[in-house]
C-alpha cells in the first residue's frame, strides 16, 4: 500500500493505511508540503537537514519489524518535480550531485545499524544530525524509480545521472501509464539497468484516459518476459472519482482480474 509522504511530514497514517489492508507500507518520500511548497533542497538533506525526521523513521520501521519499501524522490528527471535538477529551481541545490547525495544520506540512516557516522563519514558528509549515537537496524527496500526518458529529453536528465550507486539501491524500476505508453523506451530503458541485478518495479501503472485492455495485457506479457520484474503498483490515485479509478475502465478492469487470478 503506497502513500505519498514528504520529509519533515507525518506518516503514522500510512503506516495505519496499510495495517488497515493487511498490506507491507510502501512510502513515496519527497519534498513538498500538501500546497507544493518545498519544505527542504537536496543538498540541504545531505547537509542533514531532517535527520532527526530520518531517524524517528527509521525507529518506527524497525520496531515493526517486517520490510518497508522507500520509493525516494521518484521521477527525478521529470522538470514538475521540485527536486530534479531541471524542475523549477535549477541551482546547485537541485543539481543531480546534490540529489545522489541526499539520496545516499536517506538510505544509510533509514537503514541504520552501528555504523552510520562511519559510513556517513566515508561519503564525505556530516556525521548524523540527530539526538542519537547509533540507530536500530530497520528492513528498508529503497527504489529507484525515474521515468524511461527525461523530461526534458537531454543528455544531463537522462536516469542514469542520478543514479546514486549500486550499494545504496534495493530495486531499480520505472512508471508507466497506458496514456503514454512508451515501450520502446520501457525496453531500452529495461536493458540499461539491467546489468544492476536488482529487481524491477514498476512504482506507478495504471490505465488513464480510455479504456484499453490492450494495454493491460500487453504490460502484463512484457513483464512476463522480464525475469527481474517482481512489483506492480497500480496507483488508484487519492481521489475516490480519480482518472486512475478502474471503475471507469471496466474491460481493462476484467482483463486485469483475469490476469490476476491465472497468475
Known sequence: MQSFVAYNGSTNWAFELADSAHAR?????????????????????????????????????????????????????????????????????????????????????LRGGPDVDVQLQALHQPPLQARATELPEAQVAMQWVPQVAGAPDVPGNRPLAYWPGARYVD?????????????SGLERFYASVRGFGK?????????WGADDPGFVTRLFSWTRAHPLVRMLVYN???????????RHYPRSAQVLRRLLRNG
Not at 529487481?199 to 490505465?207: L, M, N, Q, R, Y
Request: aromatic share 14%; charged share 20%.
Open 199 to 207: 529487481p524491477f518495479v514498476f512504482g506507478e501503472w495504471a490505465v
Open 25 to 109: 507500507v510502501m512510502l513515496h518520500i519527497g519534498t513538498t508540503s500538501p500546497s507544493g511548497a518545498e519544505r527542504v533542497t537536496p543538498a540541504a538533506i545531505a547537509r542533514g537537514a531532517v535527520d532527526g525526521w530520518l531517524a524517528d523513521l527509521n525507529r518506527t520501521i524497525a520496531a515493526r519489524g517486517e520490510p518497508a519499501y522507500i520509493r525516494l524522490m521518484a521521477e527525478m528527471n521529470c522538470h514538475w518535480n521540485v527536486y530534479s535538477a531541471y524542475g523549477a529551481k535549477h541551482d546547485r541545490a537541485h543539481s543531480t550531485s546534490a540529489y545522489k547525495a541526499a539520496w545516499r544520506r536517506t538510505t544509510v540512516i
Open 236 to 246: 488508484q490515485g487519492k481521489q475516490s472519482d480519480g482518472p486512475f479509478r478502474l
Open 171 to 183: 530495486w531499480v524500476g520505472t512508471d508507466f501509464y497506458s496514456k503514454f505508453a512508451n515501450f
